[in-house]
């Protein structure tokens, strides 16, 4: 990463650790700026009269605000980096460090993708209205994700971003119109702070007069979730590299693949690990419990198991058949080869027990 085009914004941090005269302050980052958390430790020391707490523990987005724990070591400011604020309350006053990426790529590279897809958008529009029919057609439709989208309304290009280069979102939409795009920044709902913003856990911007996308960012964590959660093409410019690419429907499918594998392996099984996270902006106590609940109506047992990080060797002893994970969304898709047992998503466990059908192709599991 370079980190001479980055900025970390800790001058309003000082700021407002002097205006209330903070004495300890934890400061959190995500886990690629741990390197770097030292010297930041080191900066806001040096500026203030604080002492920092570094939140050591693993860190990977909003959801997981330092919370009480930190309140009784005495913490009286968190200062979250590199995150947005969610709606959630984690009980301790949290102030929120931007970081912002300077990187300026060339739009040329992905002006073909964009055509392309356009294309695809374009004549799933004029055939959106062929939802299908039978059960085996829906079955059909779940494993294509390239037939699942909800009817189109619309075949703009929606324009997206991981959260240091949203800056960048109003002169693209002026760059890609003037290629000859019509460009929407989607608007989402309360979890989401900016517009364009995506979260691995929530697309609730998306809207049917979407047809395909653009996402400003690196790494495939966004666009895999965005293209699960709409089914829409989605191209990829990266900020870092200036490279272009796109998310293939082939990935999609594979992942759809294995949901399906683990749908069909779960039929059988009758006993279940619920998880719920304890991070504040994953915990589901409700859905959680509603999983339960469902599980008993079908004749199996579910055990709701409370927990703070979720891994293979925290949960694979327990003597369940499958677990089901209402915790980060994205343990179950991205991780779910890692553990011995079945683990799937509210939605999929739903699916097996015959509670939801098919016939809209796969829900993502989305946190709103
Ligand atoms: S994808 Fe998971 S880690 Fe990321 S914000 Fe959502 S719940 Fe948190």
Known sequence: MDLDRHD???????????????????LQVPEGLKMQALEMMDSIETDSAAKVVLAADPCYGACDLVHDKMKLMGVELVAHMGHSQMNIDSGMPTHFIPVTYDGDPELSPVLPLLTQHRAIAESRLASSSDLPESE?????????????????????????????????????????????FDVEIPIGGERLTFPGQVLGCNYSGDDPSIGHYLFLGSGDF????????????????????????????????????????????????????????????QMRRNLALRMKRMLESHGKKGYLLAMDHVGPDLIDFYPV???????????????????????????????????KKWEHGYQFDEIP
């Not at 994700?145 to 324009?159: D, I, S, Y």
């Not at 677990?323 to 969304?329: E, G, K, Q």
């Open 222 to 281: 966004h666009p895999i979730g965005l293209v699960l959660h709409t089914g829409k093409p989605l191209a990829m410019l990266d900020p870092y590299t200036g490279e272009a690419t796109e998310m293939s429907f082939e990935r999609i499918e594979r992942i759809l693949r294995q949901r399906f594998g683990y749908i069909m392996q779960i039929a059988d099984c009758k006993t279940f690990g619920i998880l719920i996270g304890e991070k504040p902006g």
């Open 136 to 180: 085996e057609q829906a079955k059909e439709k779940f494993l294509d994700a390239v037939g699942r989208v909800a009817p189109l309304e619309g075949a703009k290009l929606g324009l997206v971003g991981s959260i240091q280069h949203l800056h960048l979102l109003p002169d693209y939409v002026k760059r890609l119109e003037k290629a000859g």
């Open 321 to 355: 058949d499958a677990f089901v994970n209402t915790a980060c969304p994205r343990i179950a898709i991205d991780d779910a080869v890692k553990y011995a047992k079945p683990l799937v998503t509210p939605y999929e466990l739903e699916v097996s027990l015959g509670e």
């Open 8 to 26: 970390f914004e800790l001058d309003d941090l000082v700021a407002k650790i002097k205006e209330n005269d903070h004495r300890l302050v934890a």
